[in-house]
């Protein structure tokens, strides 16, 4: 599997933008890129994910470098119902079989009032 | 859709204790997958199914560790006997895996079991 490279931990101010990174030099051109987010207490949930392209939905934005090497989660405003665990994966569909996905840990965000 | 149903939320057990923990995957899903999450480790795959059959297992740390999924709807992870370092938080999740469908297959996650051996 095509591994992910993330920061432990990033702090953010309410109300401003934060800019989540993820490193994935050895991403392969199956690979589709996915975050998911983790809030205490909870299980992980499905944020967005893309191939080539930036994507936007009404809960972030992601947007992937040219060469894919990287990619970057953008909350707009970030408020404190988004302090969790952001986990940057990896997804290969190319084999047409079966999948398996791998989390690791994640970027921990927080957000000061 | 209810979502994905784990039981117990939480179990504290001794150790030596057979612990058996249980999932229901969302309806209409083919892929389960087993997760535990530590402070040290993250969340680490331990083993996923798909269309109820084991595909890989290279997660699950040792024997002590088995899952079995008997049909679409039930899925098992066991552990016996149990050890104060098995002491973690185990997922499960599921997702419909479509062969060619190359950007969706969300993973929907279940709230988890918090488990202590002591």
């Known amino acids: 599997d095509a591994k992910t490279t993330q920061p432990n931990s990033m702090e953010s101010n309410e109300e401003e933008p934060v800019h989540l990174p993820c490193n994935h030099s050895?991403?392969?051109?199956?690979?589709?890129i996915h975050w998911y987010r983790q809030l205490p207490s909870q299980g992980p949930e499905y944020v967005i994910h893309g191939l080539t392209s930036n994507v936007n939905n009404r809960m972030a934005s992601l947007a992937i470098a040219e060469d894919r090497k990287s990619s970057t989660l953008i909350l707009h405003r970030a408020t404190l119902r988004d302090a969790a665990v952001y986990y940057c994966?990896?997804?290969?569909?190319?084999?047409?079989?079966?999948?398996?996905?791998?989390f690791g840990i994640g970027t921990k965000l927080q957000v000061i009032p | 859709d209810a979502g994905v149903i784990q039981s117990p939320r939480h179990e504290v057990t001794e150790m030596g204790q057979e612990v058996t923990l249980r999932c229901k995957p969302i309806s209409g899903h083919n892929s389960l997958f087993w997760y535990r999450q530590t402070m040290m480790r993250g969340l680490e795959l331990l083993i996923y199914?798909?269309?109820?059959?084991?595909?890989?297992d290279s997660g699950m740390p040792e024997d002590r560790f088995s899952a079995k999924m008997p049909n679409a709807s039930f899925s098992t992870l066991k552990i016996q006997p149990s050890e104060p370092r098995d002491s973690a938080v185990y997922f499960c999740a599921s997702s419909f895996h479509f062969r060619d469908r190359g950007a969706g297959n969300t993973i929907y996650f279940g709230e988890g079991s918090w488990l202590t051996v002591v």
């Open positions: 199914f798909n269309n109820n059959v084991p595909i890989d």
């Open positions: 050895t991403i392969s051109g199956t690979d589709y």
């Open positions: 994966i990896l997804r290969d569909f190319s084999s047409g079989g079966y999948q398996k996905v791998t």
